[in-house]
């Protein structure tokens, strides 16, 4: 179907690339932007990023450790489809910012170095993705370089992660023997420059790949095993079904190489033509569908204002059917009341004609001063609420101390607006003890110690908290839950949804608890719907 008849919701691809630190994922995400005309020049990313890092000196530890703490939208357009590519930040500390921005996307790219295979935050994302049955196109980079070989790639990614493969495209040679990339679909082989650079580009279409053989450019002791393992591939992995895609059950292969360019336009190309537009999505009601023509959306980021000076929030929403306009009045479900839509922030590719109307798959910033927290809904009136943002249970928790006690409740409203922003979760003893702070990394606890200081001006301290674990606790008796909290009032806490929480000095003390209270259950990952 030609993209202009299908519905916007049709045209979006919203999706977010997982990967290792150091894998490739800022290459790769330039040269989609480059691919997609929204930049001119390779190197605007980074230095994107640095300009964002030199004008956010408010956060003294985002520059001092040369991380960027923050998460974007990059849009752009392709063949009348519009890619809405949602930033995660790379450092594992900051996973529960990735996760939550995953429950925003349709699609996800996972993008793996060909000399490492699988690594340990690719896992990580990849069983979000799973959890959701995100489909993921799988992106094998830098193969312009040593790597493994690409049969033992491709068994430790299908093994590993007990994920199905189709091959897209296939390397002729790697590192220093590099001589292409094949495009199974089209035939062809995409050549580098310094190999080929005659009237045809470095394209060169082929009647089939055992054609790759005859070419000149293609040593026979570099085409042979390369047509070899990939007769083999071809024979043994299935061949691609878009249900099964789209499922998240079977993942394209493509190997390319970011920094030189092969592969990017593939991908591309797979996702227009194969990517999901904006999907259904689940509420604690029934599923929305994008086609529906009322307004909803849900926040999955709330980021801290540049200025100092106003503690402004951008709330960023990702809707999820109507079509909604500046300008608009819509219904914040928590709170219960219309809330009007000032000045939203459009992320939009330069060339879109109207740039004040946002489709289902978009994303929208709201600047609010804390009405909006992460997992809020907004509808035309609907009381749901959309599911799959959760909590997870914090790998650090620390005790906050703090002498100044004029300044006791000013903390605590710091500290709830933190919380609410998602920057750490705050978990309040029942027995009135100093709040404990939780977070999946200890740097996003640094984070939270730096801001506290510089933008409210309450020096804090951190120190070990006698406790390793937390879980959610909930019963189906009211009764037996009172009880439990009665029985150890000194280890439970309430988070910033006053959801009760059992936090246990080990992992021993915790499956002691859970064998007494076996009418209780200890949760890992808390959904606030
Ligand atoms: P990340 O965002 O996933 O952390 O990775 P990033 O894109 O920053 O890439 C990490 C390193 O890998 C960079 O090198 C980058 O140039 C290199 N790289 C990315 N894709 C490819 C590829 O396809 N082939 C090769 N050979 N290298 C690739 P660096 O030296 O750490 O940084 P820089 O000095 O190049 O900026």
Redesign the pocket.
């Known amino acids: 179907m030609a993209a202009e008849t299908r519905s916007p919701a049709a045209t979006r691809r919203t999706f977010a ?1 997982i ?12 040269k989609l932007l480059l691919f997609g005309g929204a930049i001119q020049m390779a190197g605007h990313v ?1 230095a994107r990023g640095q300009n964002r890092r030199t004008r956010s000196d408010w956060l003294e530890i985002e520059r001092s450790r040369g991380i960027s703490v923050s998460s974007s939208v990059m849009t752009f357009e392709r063949n009348g489809i519009t890619f809405n590519l949602l930033d995660t930040p ?1 450092h594992a500390d900051f996973s529960e910012d990735t996760y939550r921005t995953l429950s925003a996307v349709d699609a996800a790219v996972m ?1 793996i ?2 000399a490492k295979g699988i690594e340990s935050q690719t896992r990580k994302l990849f069983e979000v993705c799973r959890l959701r049955d995100i489909p993921i196109v799988t992106f094998i ?5 040593e790597g493994l070989d690409p049969l033992a790639l491709l068994d430790e990614i299908s093994s590993g992660l007990a994920l199905d493969l189709t091959l897209w495209t296939w390397p002729i040679g790697m590192g220093v023997d590099f001589r292409g990339v094949y495009d199974i679909r089209r035939s062809r082989l995409l050549m580098p420059k310094e190999i080929r650079t005659d009237a045809f580009g470095r394209t060169v279409e082929l009647a089939d790949a055992g054609a790759i053989a005859d070419l000149p450019e293609v040593e026979s002791r570099i085409a042979e095993p390369a047509l070899e393992m990939l007769d083999l591939c071809l024979d043994d992995l299935p061949k691609f079904d878009h249900l099964s895609f789209l499922e998240g059950h079977l993942s394209p292969v493509i190997f ?5 360019d ?1 592969g990017v336009g593939e991908l591309l190309d797979f996702l227009v033509q194969y990517g999901p537009g904006a999907l259904p999505r689940a509420t604690n009601v029934r599923n929305i569908e994008p086609t529906e023509p009322a307004v909803s959306g849900f926040v999955f980021k709330v980021q801290a204002n540049m200025d100092r000076n106003h503690r402004d929030r951008v709330a960023f929403v990702r809707l999820c059917s109507g079509r909604f306009k500046a300008g608009m009045k819509l219904y914040h479900v928590r709170e219960k009341r219309q809330v009007a839509i000032n000045a939203p922030i459009f992320f939009f590719a330069q060339q879109r004609e109207s740039a004040d109307e946002a489709f289902p798959g978009d994303i929208i910033g709201i600047p609010n001063h804390g009405l909006l927290r992460v997992g809020d809904t907004l509808t035309e009136g609907e009381a749901l609420n959309f599911v799959g943002i959760p909590n997870f249970a914090p790998e650090v928790l620390r005790r906050v101390i703090f002498s100044d006690s004029l300044k006791a409740k000013q903390l605590n409203r710091a500290l709830s607006d933190m919380a609410e922003e998602g920057v750490a979760q705050i978990f309040r003893p029942v027995n009135g003890a100093w709040p404990i702070l939780g977070a999946v990394g200890t740097l996003q606890l640094e984070v939270l110690a730096s801001r506290l200081d510089q933008e409210y001006g309450l020096p804090i301290k951190l120190e070990t908290a006698p406790y390793e674990l937390a879980r959610w606790v909930a019963s189906d008796h009211p009764d037996e839950l009172k009880r439990f909290v009665e029985a150890n009032r000194s280890n439970v806490a309430e988070d910033k949804d006053e959801a009760l929480t059992f936090l246990a000095k080990n992992a021993w003390t915790l499956n002691r608890t859970m064998e007494e209270w076996p009418g209780i259950r200890f949760l890992a990952v808390r959904e606030r719907y």
Do not use: C, M, W
């Open positions: 690339i990967s290792h630190p150091d894998a490739g994922k800022t290459t790769l995400t330039e980074r790379g993008v170095d060909a980079n830098k193969i312009d370089r390319g190489s970011a920094l030189k092969f």
